[in-house]
């Protein structure tokens, strides 16, 4: 059984370009949520989609946005990078509905110079 | 607003003893989750606690979880150093789609 995935592993932009992570949930899961992690801290919520439609959203701004395809498989996009944007971001799978219990990818470690 | 605390941030402690870590939030809610993460890693989960008076225990690990007092507590017995991790607990509000989370507890076990 497949588990949360998650591409690239690491990366490194420079300032004001513009990034996209990807995910693929755990088999028979459809939500799809996004963490930013940075060091030293616990995860904040950026958002979530079901169904491909953005169910929930965290305080980021709108140069974070994401996409859901009907395979379930998800997009997170950051425009105009920030040297703040540095951050591991985490994707995490679920099964609707029900208690909300989460799946986490491995990550991908965001470096911006 | 949702708010979750950790007590506390930083625990080191010898191989053998036991110790309790707390986390408290701040409106109701019956659904609380407890996560380990290794450094450079990502989360893994380890309580679903899904009502008030639950317990769960894998291993040296204990959680509970009472509603009325909104407070879960994570129990190391006997700990062992392979449980030196940094542990997290988040909490899922009935109205909304997300996790709210602690600051996590960094664990380090001394042999």
């Known amino acids: 059984d497949a588990g949360v995935t998650q591409s690239p592993t690491h990366l490194i932009k420079t300032r004001g370009q513009q990034v996209t992570l990807r995910c693929s949930p755990k088999?028979?899961?459809?939500?799809v949520s996004w963490y930013q992690q940075a060091l030293g801290q616990g995860p904040q919520f950026i958002f979530q989609?079901?169904?491909?439609?953005?169910?929930q959203r965290g305080n980021f701004p709108d140069r974070f946005s994401g996409h859901q395809f009907p395979n379930y498989s998800s997009e997170l996009n950051v425009n105009a990078l920030l040297l703040g944007d540095s951050a591991l971001y985490l994707c995490?799978?679920?099964?609707?509905?029900?208690?909300?219990?989460?799946?986490f990818g491995p990550g991908t470690r965001l470096t911006v110079t | 607003e949702l708010k979750v605390e950790q007590n506390p941030l930083f625990l080191s402690m010898q191989e053998g003893k036991n110790y309790t870590i707390y986390c408290n939030y701040s409106?109701?809610?019956?659904?609380l989750y407890w996560y380990r993460q290794d450094p450079g890693k990502s989360l893994e989960s380890l309580f679903v606690?899904?009502?008030n008076g639950a317990v769960k225990q894998e291993g040296r690990l204990m959680a509970s979880l009472d509603t009325k007092a909104r407070l879960s507590t994570l129990h190391i017995t006997a700990a062992v150093h392979d449980l030196s991790a940094t542990y997290f607990c988040?909490?899922?509000?009935?109205?909304?789609?997300?996790?709210?989370w602690g600051a996590g507890t960094k664990l380090i076990i001394k042999p």
């Open positions: 606690l899904l009502s």
């Open positions: 995490a799978s679920s099964l609707n509905p029900g208690p909300h219990e989460q799946y």
């Open positions: 409106t109701t809610s019956d659904r």
């Open positions: 988040a909490v899922d509000m009935d109205s909304n789609y997300q996790l709210i």
């Open positions: 088999s028979g899961h459809d939500t």
């Open positions: 989609y079901y169904e491909e439609e953005e169910r």
